[in-house]
Each structure stands twice: as C-alpha cells, then as structure tokens.
C-alpha cells in the first residue's frame, strides 16, 4: 500500500469519526457529572504518563470527586492514540507531533493544551539499524532495500529526512509499516534490511551485538525533534475546564518533580519501559534533564510549524492546521500563573 492511499485512508477515517463524535456530542450536552478520565499515551509512553501511574498524583488528585482515573497505552504509535481521542474514547493524549497535526489539519474536534516534551536533542531521537553482519554502510545504501517502520509516526519522517540527506526519497525503499514487536525479530531473521525506531528501544539489539547503528537521529541537530503534544477532545474542554487546568495543575508538577529528583524518574521510567537503567541514563537523559515542561512556547509551536510543512512537502497529510482553533495556551498559561505566585 503507497503511502498516499494510506493517508487517504486515515483522513477518511478521521472525517468520519469527526462526523459520528460531532453527532454524539450533540446528545451529551446534558452531561453534568464527571466519573472517569481517560488518559492515553504512545507505549511505551511519555516519561510524565509512566510518571502518573507510578507516583498516583493523578489519581489522588480526583479522587477527591470521586473520579476514577484510567490509563491506556497504545503499541501502534500516536495515530493509534489520536483516533482514540477524536472518536471519544479518550479524554486527553499525550502524543508525538505527527498524529496530532494530522488529526488537526484534518478537521477533528480537538484542542493542543499543553506541551509533552520538547528540546531534548536525545529524547526522541530514532536510529537506523541493520544487522551485524549486513553488508550496508550507509544510508545511500538502502537504496531498493526493505525497511520497517511505523507509518504516521516521527519513524516515518525521521526516515524520510535521513533518505533526503543522501539525495534518495521514500520510493527508493521497500517499506514496511511494522512496530518493533515485529520489526526486531524481522530484522533478526533477515526477513528486512533496516529498521527506525527510537534509540533506548534498539539499544538491546545494539549492545548484543545482533545489530549496528546506521544511522542516529540525535546526531543530526538539523533534524530536530519537533515538540510532541497534550491534545484534549474540545468537547470534553469545553464541558469540563476546571478539569483540564486541574489536570495540567499536577502534569506541571510532575514535570518540575522529575527534574528536582533525576535518579528516582530514571529508576521509575526505566522500571516501567523494562530498558537497562544505565541505557536511558547515557541516552535519554544524559544531562539529568527532561524537558517535560508543559508550557506552550513559541519555539515549541514553531517547530511544529516547521514539520507540518515537512509533512505537507512530503505527501504525509491533506490539509492545513488551523491553529487559532487547534491552539489554546489558556489553560497551561493560567496554570503557570497561578503556580508562580505561590
């Protein structure tokens, strides 16, 4: 399947599920009383999403009211978690940039509150990786070669932009829309010549020695990671904002916690992403840094502006974003206000 059928594909099914929820809103304006928030993140997750379920902060936080938090992880990357949220299955997403754009210049009901991480030139960050034994030196040598990864995802720019810097293109390989579950072992196997996939995640492979780097993200400063994303589903913000600022309310405060105590966020992230301790320490958080402040800046959006433009040069989404209805800094700007006069 080409890429454009596939973002065909996705676009339609956004549209659609815009039409039913848009509908089924309209039904619930009635809607009083709050039981459950529905919490969703890319698996292994957002270091603030592991963060909730570990410290309970969340949780505690409104439980007050008697409302239940849950917590759902998607293995299929962030389109996975985006259509959770435009079809009302979930309340918030914490996301990579690209589903998020995707979801929004697609016309969704949704709205960006808030920032996930960003300016890690680490985090985020994918390798390239082939067999130990692979004959392939380069990334000019993919050429006409089997490569996974996730379609829709930053795995998906990321090899678009490393085939850009040795004058190939997209069509120059053999694609292949798999998560790394399927990707690793395929690579193994020999059934594929290459995978993308975030650095910490191939690292096992690497430090076996059954793969080798080709290629890394983070050594590529001019191809940044653009900020990944809070989207909430705009029905829900509208019903429920005292919600929304109260929820950002504690991911500001994880985010500050996590900075003020490096050692234990490492143990808890590296627990729950089952990665070697001293793997995130060297490659994700080098500098005991984490970058998970939420407010909305104008570099983060900035970048994001820069890849909807990638995106939109590359063939990887329909549309334009409309950012004043997609953005709303009011709730993490009132947060933040209200956190600094304390």
Do not use: C
């Not at 958080?285 to 433009?309: G, H, V, W």
């Amino acid at each position: 399947m080409s890429n454009k059928t596939y973002l065909a594909i996705g676009i339609v099914s956004i549209a659609g599920v815009v039409g039913i929820i848009a509908f089924a809103n309209n039904l619930q304006i009635t809607e009083e009383k709050l039981s459950v928030i529905r919490i969703g993140s890319t698996a292994p997750g957002h270091l603030k999403f592991i963060l909730f379920q570990e410290k309970g902060w969340m949780d505690e936080e409104f439980a007050k009211d008697a409302i239940k938090v849950e917590y759902y992880p998607f293995t299929g990357g962030g389109a996975e978690a985006l259509m959770a949220l435009s079809s009302g299955s979930l309340d918030i997403s914490y996301n990579g940039a690209d589903p998020g754009l995707r979801t929004a210049a697609a016309g969704a009901d949704i709205k960006l509150i808030g920032i996930s991480s960003f300016g890690n030139p680490a985090l985020g960050a994918s390798s390239i990786i082939v067999r130990n034994d692979s004959n392939i030196k380069s990334v000019k040598d993919l050429k006409g070669k089997k490569v996974a990864y996730l379609k829709g995802t930053m795995r998906h720019a990321t090899i678009i932009k490393a085939l850009e810097t040795e004058g190939l293109s997209i069509k120059d390989i053999e694609s292949f829309n798999l998560n790394f579950q399927a990707s690793g072992p395929a690579l193994i196997k020999g059934d594929i010549d290459a995978l993308v996939e975030g650095e910490t995640t191939v690292f096992e492979l690497v430090s076996k020695g059954a793969a080798r780097t080709l290629w890394r993200g983070k050594d590529h400063p001019e191809i940044s990671s653009p900020a990944s994303e809070i989207n909430v589903r705009g029905d829900f913000a509208r019903k429920h904002p005292d919600i929304v600022k109260r929820l950002l309310k504690i991911d500001l405060k994880t985010s500050r916690w996590a900075d003020e105590n490096p050692d234990e966020t490492i143990k808890i992230f590296s627990k729950a992403t089952k990665k070697d301790e001293k793997n995130v320490r060297e490659v994700s958080y080098p500098e005991n840094k984490f970058y998970q402040n939420p407010q909305i800046t104008d570099r983060a959006i900035q970048s994001l502006k820069d890849e909807e433009q990638f995106m939109k040069e590359n063939g990887l989404m329909d549309g334009n974003v409309n950012w004043d209805s997609w953005v709303d800094k009011s709730f993490i700007d009132s947060v933040i206000k209200e956190s600094n006069k304390k």
